[in-house]
């Protein structure tokens, strides 16, 4: 039997390691539905702060936490009953040009939600771009708008708070 150098076997081993922790890395990666579908039921439940934590960087730059959850709260958001039933319709790779964000493809995710005694059932669209290791979310054209304006998208003032 052939006796492998020590350096060849330290570096077969370091390679399997690395390759081991990138698996794991991908696998632990959240789904883009279920990402997406807990970003909504932040928003549904009034957690805004949290939900702007999972907002891309680049749209971060835009809007602060405190102006994202002002303009949340103006909104008037925080409809959830903790009884909604979320349903991911479909997830598919779609590019994207968005001012800010130098990612170019995402997954454009459709979900909608169902709340008991509610005839009605919206259906959301919604980007999940990944940014690293994670999933992030991106603002919709018509909020990126209103904050360009300096405004939230109810059109009340977008506060100069930090």
Known sequence: MRKLPAALLAAGILAALVGLGFARAQSSLE?????????????????????????HPGHQRLITRAQ????????ATNIG???????????????????????????????SFHTPGNSTTPTYRL???????????ILGGRFLT???????????????TH
Request: proline share 3%; aromatic share 8%; glycine share 6%.
């Open 31 to 55: 789904r883009p539905g279920v990402f997406m579908t807990r970003i909504l039921r932040e928003e549904l439940n009034g957690q805004w702060a949290k939900q702007w934590s999972e907002l």
């Open 68 to 75: 994202y959850v002002a303009c949340s709260r103006s909104l």
């Open 81 to 111: 009953t903790g009884q909604e039933t979320f349903h991911v319709l479909d997830v598919r790779d779609e590019a994207i040009h968005i001012a800010g964000i130098p990612q170019r493809m995402s997954k454009l995710v459709t979900i």
């Open 127 to 137: 980007h999940a771009v990944r940014v690293r290791d994670r999933w992030t979310w």
């Open 146 to 160: 209103a904050v360009r304006h300096g405004q939230c998208l109810d059109g009340s003032p977008l506060s100069a």
